[in-house]
């Protein structure tokens, strides 16, 4: 089982819809969660990280974390073209190692 | 401006020549990470360092080891490129502690090995 697990898509959404983006991880003495953004040829940049269980809301971005279940979600409203990306989950394990999911492509078709 | 800095952005090196990659990070950081990003893989974890003169395997060390040596400075070393070398190499560095242990990125090193 991998560390870090998600969808590769893509996934393609309508211009103004939700889009949502999933990941799971195995190890449970996890600490912090982080939603990266990478564009073709660019290097990752961050959106959200989440450390708490619940939700954590920034502009158009909701990250959603439950511990019990293991999995981590982006939620991006209102999706534009600009949106269009892979994302990346990450998860900083006990011991300081950040692992990285291996990504899902999203399309946002105007 | 936080900023980590890759020595080079493209390198074109023969099979079985030893290869050095560096990375420099200004903003303090006590962790810092080498990474490699293949189409349809995501970012892999080499190796990764959380103090001076210490480091962790990651989950694909073979082939490769690192020196930290100053708390800046996180180097790659290939010890005898091989073609399925051939990769993007991507640095970052974070800080310890609660909360947003953000990592931040280099520019990357694109590698091939011939």
């Known amino acids: 089982q991998k560390e870090v697990e998600q969808n590769s898509g893509p996934l393609s959404v309508p211009e103004g819809a939700i889009a949502s983006l999933n990941c799971t991880y195995s190890?449970?003495?996890?600490?912090?969660f982080f939603w990266y953004r990478q564009y073709s040829g660019k290097s990752p940049e961050l959106i959200m990280f989440i450390y708490s269980n619940g939700d954590k809301e920034d502009g158009r971005f909701t990250a959603q974390l439950n511990k019990a279940s293991q999995y981590v979600s982006l939620l991006i409203r209102d999706s534009q073209p600009s949106d269009s990306a892979t994302y990346l989950c990450a998860v900083l394990e006990y011991g300081n190692k950040l692992v990285f999911g291996a990504g899902t492509i999203l399309r946002v078709k105007s | 401006d936080v900023k980590v800095t890759q020595s080079s952005r493209y390198l074109v090196k023969r099979t079985g020549e030893k290869v050095f990659l560096e990375c420099v990070q200004d903003m303090d950081h006590e962790n810092m990470f080498w990474y490699r990003q293949d189409p349809g893989l995501g970012l892999r974890l080499i190796y990764f360092?959380?103090?001076?003169?210490?480091?962790e395997k990651g989950d694909i060390p073979e082939g490769y080891s690192v020196s930290r040596e100053k708390k800046e400075r996180f180097s790659l070393i290939l010890e005898s490129a091989s073609t399925n070398q051939t990769s993007m190499y991507l640095c970052a560095s974070s800080p310890t502690g609660t909360g947003n242990t953000e990592a931040f990125f280099g520019q990357g090193t694109r590698l091939t090995v011939v």
């Open positions: 190890d449970r003495g996890s600490q912090s």
């Open positions: 360092s959380y103090d001076v003169k210490m480091k």
